[in-house]
Nanobody
Framework: QVQLVESGGGLVQAGEALRLSCAAS????????MGWFRQSPGKEREFVAA????????YYADSVKGRFTISRDNAKNTVYLQMNSLKPEDTAVYYC?????????????????WGQGTQVTVSS
């Protein structure tokens, strides 16, 4: 059974950092793109970052570029999201997801498996 489990969320103040982890099980995702999405109340789920399996390329939403860093450890079947200089607008439930699509890295509709999410709250 495929399972993605996020951890590391919490309550922090603006300017602080947080590191999220997503541990996958059930199969190896070394040939999948692994990424992060987030959703705030009243807003649609949006792309945050992705780490492609081909060449190890990384992709970021403009809103987090320069502040967030995505990484992965294929041996551990785990993807991470280091979030620095957090802002109140980063407050959301963060989800990890995987896809075999190379064109749809940023698209929620093309993700094949999702985690349950972890809450990140940034106070001002």
């Amino acid at each position: 059974q495929v399972q993605l489990v996020e951890s590391g969320g919490g309550l922090v103040q603006a300017g602080e950092a947080l590191r999220l982890s997503c541990a996958a099980s059930g199969r190896s995702f070394s040939s999948y793109t692994m990424g992060w999405f987030r959703q705030s109340p009243g807003k649609e789920r949006e792309f945050v970052a992705a780490h492609g399996w081909s060449g190890g390329s990384t992709y970021y939403a403009d809103s987090v570029k320069g502040r967030f860093t995505i990484s992965r450890d294929n041996a551990k079947n785990t993807v991470y999201l280091q979030m620095n200089s957090l802002k109140p607008e980063d407050t959301a439930v963060y989800y990890c997801a995987v896809t075999r699509s190379r064109l749809g890295l940023r698209l929620t509709s093309l993700q094949e498996y999702w985690g349950q999410g972890t809450q990140v709250t940034v106070s001002s």
